[in-house]
């Protein structure tokens, strides 16, 4: 990608402005629908997380009850890694769920969320390091799809021909996102568990789980790695609390513990 692209991504969100807003991953903004860690990314990138390249399955025991989520290590190896690293550690005990939307997800795995005094940094923190995205744009068809397919007729009439033909992995290539082929990535629909982030490769430890059908606007900014199997009814359960202005539940949804385990014939 050179600066030529650099130069066209700057021209299309321009003008693209609704369609840009509203897809795009914007660092710090609650409101927006899209599962944003809101603090500043950790520099602190790390290889050291082990990689599991094989199917284990997490129970998240809440205070709504079981989520049974089973987590596919060949499709991201280094995420489930890092997830059942965090887990062994007891990491996620006392978290809360610290953002819940109707039909559209939870989220939780924030350390700052045991701190009920501190509601107003919910989705700040993360486990003192970040680590890269998983992700295979060509899942999505996002290679194939070109901005001027996504446009109102009359943003894609100020564009130039160039930035018309530009394809939504190459527009989120210019924005730092780096993809890769070596294995398919996971549809982001209900019952998928994704990485929250904060722009391209700032996963930590805030993740989310869609309750919606689809959302075909989170496609290639966030890293599935695995299924709900069991609980979706306490999902469904979590998105329905009463919550404030910031979607921050009023009465705190708790992560008790994350057992995991191997389903039978995972890792054979």
Do not use: C, W
């Not at 397919?149 to 930035?163: G, K, R, V």
């Amino acid at each position: 990608m050179n600066t030529f692209y650099a130069i066209l991504v700057v021209v299309v969100i321009a003008i693209a402005g609704g369609y840009a807003y509203t897809q795009l991953p914007m660092k710090g903004d609650t409101s927006s629908q899209s599962p944003t860690e809101t603090g500043t990314p950790t520099d602190n990138l790390t290889s050291n997380i082990e990689p599991m390249n094989q199917v284990v399955d997490a129970t998240i025991k809440t205070s709504k009850g079981d989520i049974v989520v089973r987590l596919d290590g060949t499709r991201a190896p280094l995420t489930v890694g890092n997830f059942v690293k965090l887990a062994n550690e007891n990491f996620y005990d006392g978290t809360t769920f610290h953002r819940v939307i109707p039909d559209f997800m939870i989220q939780g795995g924030d350390p700052l969320s045991k701190d009920q005094t501190k509601r107003a940094q919910h989705g700040m923190g993360d486990p003192g390091y970040s680590f890269k995205d998983e992700i295979n744009a060509d899942s999505y068809g996002l290679d194939k799809q070109k901005i001027k397919d996504l446009l109102e007729p009359e943003q894609l009439s100020q564009l130039p021909p160039e930035a018309q033909e530009m394809t939504v992995k190459q527009l989120y290539e210019v924005q730092g996102y780096e993809y890769t082929t070596e294995f398919e990535s996971l549809p982001l629909v209900r019952g998928t568990i994704a990485m929250a982030n904060s722009g391209p490769n700032t996963n930590g430890s805030q993740f989310f789980i869609i309750t919606a059908e689809s959302t075909p606007h989170l496609n290639g900014r966030h890293t599935p790695f695995g299924t709900v199997v069991s609980g979706m009814d306490v999902a469904d359960a979590i998105t329905a609390v009463e919550a404030d202005e910031n979607s921050n539940p009023l009465e705190p949804i708790t992560i008790l513990d994350v057992v995991i385990s191997n389903p039978t014939g995972a890792g054979e």
